[in-house]
């Protein structure tokens, strides 16, 4: 996959281009994710290089990247998993990031990690890598993108709300989460909380999974 468009900083348009990753690119990627989780996240959760020799071996079009001028501004990474929707951990179903449980004959794109380096956040890049994995869903014909999001605005308030209000507050737009509202306004829908989901103490290790359906399913079996 490779295309490029124009996004705008301000009124300021700069040209991003989505592509696949390649081991080329994996300095600048480890260097992201230093950027996007910084303490309290577990620093032994970003990406080792073994790990994204794997995601660019077993399933190197569902590795993406995005690309300002030279500069990496964010990635996606993604397997493929027979699911049905059962509670599950991040290790579990990722193979703890290394994506050795990916499975060519699943039905449905996981999402392993979305990353956008902090200096080009708001600017749509997190919403055009998420239309990267609708298009690779419609071309796999696969039955949806699936992926548990943390909700790191969770800890904050976490002697309020249980993990199911704060959800329900999000939904009804009373209150706005980094990543589940980003992932919202994203075109993902939340499915259900998935508890001990990662070891994320802003999140209180819960995960929410949210889905995006292949509208063109019927069609196109
Ligand atoms: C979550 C993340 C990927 C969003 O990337 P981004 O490129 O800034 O997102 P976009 O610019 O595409 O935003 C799309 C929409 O979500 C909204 N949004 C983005 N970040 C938001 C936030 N922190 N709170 C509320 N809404 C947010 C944007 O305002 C935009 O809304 P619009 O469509 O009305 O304009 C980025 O913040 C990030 O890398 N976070 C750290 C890593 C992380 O936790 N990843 C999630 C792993 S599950």
């Given at each position: 996959?490779?295309?490029?468009?124009?996004?705008?900083?301000?009124?300021?348009?700069?040209?991003?281009?989505?592509?696949?990753?390649?081991?080329?690119?994996?300095?600048?990627?480890?260097?992201?994710?230093?950027?996007?989780?910084?303490?309290?996240?577990?620093?032994?959760?970003?990406?080792?290089?073994?790990?994204?020799?794997?995601?660019?071996?077993?399933?190197?079009?569902?590795?993406?990247?995005?690309?300002?001028?030279?500069?990496?501004?964010?990635?996606?990474?993604?397997?493929?998993?027979?699911?049905?929707?059962?509670?599950?951990?991040?290790?579990?179903?990722?193979?703890?990031?290394?994506?050795?449980?990916?499975?060519?004959?699943?039905?449905a794109?996981?999402?392993?990690?979305?990353?956008?380096?902090?200096?080009?956040?708001?600017?749509?890049?997190?919403?055009?890598?998420?239309?990267?994995?609708?298009?690779?869903?419609?071309?796999?014909?696969?039955d949806s993108v699936?992926?548990?999001?943390?909700?790191?605005?969770?800890?904050?308030?976490?002697?309020?709300?249980?993990?199911?209000?704060?959800?329900?507050?999000?939904?009804?737009?009373?209150?706005?989460?980094?990543?589940?509202?980003?992932?919202?306004?994203?075109?993902?829908?939340?499915?259900?909380?998935?508890?001990?989901?990662?070891?994320?103490?802003?999140?209180?290790?819960?995960?929410?999974?949210?889905e995006?359906k292949?509208?063109?399913?019927?069609?196109?079996?």
């Amino acid at each position: 996959m490779q295309f490029s468009q124009y996004l705008f900083q301000g009124d300021r348009p700069i040209k991003t281009t989505i592509r696949n990753y390649t081991e080329n690119d994996f300095e600048q990627l480890i260097q992201i994710q230093k950027e996007c989780f910084p303490p309290p996240f577990p620093s032994d959760l970003w990406w080792t290089e073994d790990q994204l020799s794997n995601h660019i071996r077993l399933f190197p079009e569902g590795a993406i990247c995005a690309e300002i001028g030279e500069e990496m501004a964010g990635s996606i990474t993604t397997l493929i998993v027979n699911h049905q929707g059962e509670d599950h951990t991040w290790e579990e179903i990722t193979g703890d990031g290394s994506i050795s449980t990916h499975d060519p004959n699943g039905n449905a794109l996981y999402v392993v990690d979305i990353s956008v380096r902090p200096k080009y956040r708001k600017t749509g890049i997190g919403k055009l890598l998420m239309q990267a994995l609708f298009h690779l869903v419609v071309e796999l014909k696969l039955d949806s993108v699936l992926g548990g999001s943390r909700m790191p605005g969770y800890e904050k308030v976490k002697d309020q709300l249980s993990p199911n209000e704060y959800l329900e507050s999000i939904m009804e737009g009373t209150r706005k989460d980094p990543v589940v509202s980003f992932l919202m306004k994203a075109g993902r829908t939340p499915v259900k909380l998935l508890p001990n989901y990662l070891d994320d103490p802003e999140s209180a290790n819960y995960g929410v999974l949210m889905e995006w359906k292949n509208p063109f399913l019927e069609k196109s079996k």
